[in-house]
T-cell receptor, first 116, second 114 residues
Framework: DAGVIQSPRHEVTEMGQEVTLRCKPI?????LFWYRQTMMRGLELLIY????????DSGMPEDRFSAKMPNASFSTLKIQPSEPRDSAVYFC??????????????FGQGTRLTVV | AQSVAQPEDQVNVAEGNPLTVKCTYS??????LFWYVQYPNRGLQFLLK??????LVKGSYGFEAEFNKSQTSFHLKKPSALVSDSALYFC????????????FGTGTRLLVSP
């Protein structure tokens, strides 16, 4: 498996524009997590899914943020409209929990978002 | 709500000396515990995990950690530090019960001097 794949790796956009970040988890994994990393706030959990169902979105900062997981192999994080304070590195991670099998979370390389 | 505390923003150690990076956690039930490392402009790399069994867990690059339930701690250790160990280290916890939210600490920067 190629691991967790995120796209794009870098995104520069103007304030007010819509931004869509994409994630392909590892095949067979049942959990998917979205995190945001900034110098000021560290690594924040935004939302996570179990078997494609959103379980906890309490970390999503505002209604401008939304996330979907239409199937087991794809998830998106959308920001509309974007603001400069959204500039951060966004990570996607996936893991497997099945009975006694508990894997660690495998992280993608992240998307560095800059909103100007 | 589960949480992780990494009380030190930075740990400084000389090469060849032992290192410890501290982590304490809070969960309602029993935890799964993890350590990750992040190098500049990179993603998070898994180091080791405690799921069950022996409280002393050995991981990648000579790192180990000890699960201490009474002290709710999971400190990361290495007997002899290398300059190349300099990086940002994160502790994380998941609750065994219910849906398994994965929460990270704020991170500890390790600086190993030659």
């Amino acid at each position: 498996d190629a691991g967790v794949i995120q796209s794009p790796r870098h995104e520069v956009t103007e304030m007010g524009q819509e931004v869509t970040l994409r994630c392909k988890p590892i095949s067979g994994h049942d959990y998917l997590f979205w995190y945001r990393q900034t110098m000021m706030r560290g690594l924040e959990l935004l939302i996570y899914f179990n078997n494609n169902v959103p379980i906890d979105d309490s970390g999503m900062p505002e209604d401008r943020f939304s996330a979907k997981m239409p199937n087991a192999s794809f998830s998106t994080l959308k920001i509309q409209p974007s603001e400069p304070r959204d500039s951060a590195v966004y990570f996607c991670a996936s893991s497997l929990t099945r009975g006694p099998v508990v894997t660690e979370a495998f992280f993608g390389q992240g998307t560095r978002l800059t909103v100007v | 709500a589960q949480s992780v505390a990494q009380p030190e923003d930075q740990v400084n150690v000389a090469e060849g000396n032992p290192l410890t990076v501290k982590c304490t956690y809070s969960v309602s039930g029993n935890p799964y515990l993890f350590w990750y490392v992040q190098y500049p402009n990179r993603g998070l790399q898994f180091l080791l995990k405690y799921i069950t069994g022996d409280n002393l867990v050995k991981g990648s690059y000579g790192f180990e950690a000890e699960f201490n339930k009474s002290q709710t701690s999971f400190h990361l250790k290495k007997p002899s530090a290398l300059v190349s160990d300099s990086a940002l280290y994160f502790c994380a916890v998941r609750d065994r019960e219910g849906f398994q939210k994965l929460v990270f600490g704020t991170g500890t920067r390790l600086l190993v001097s030659p």
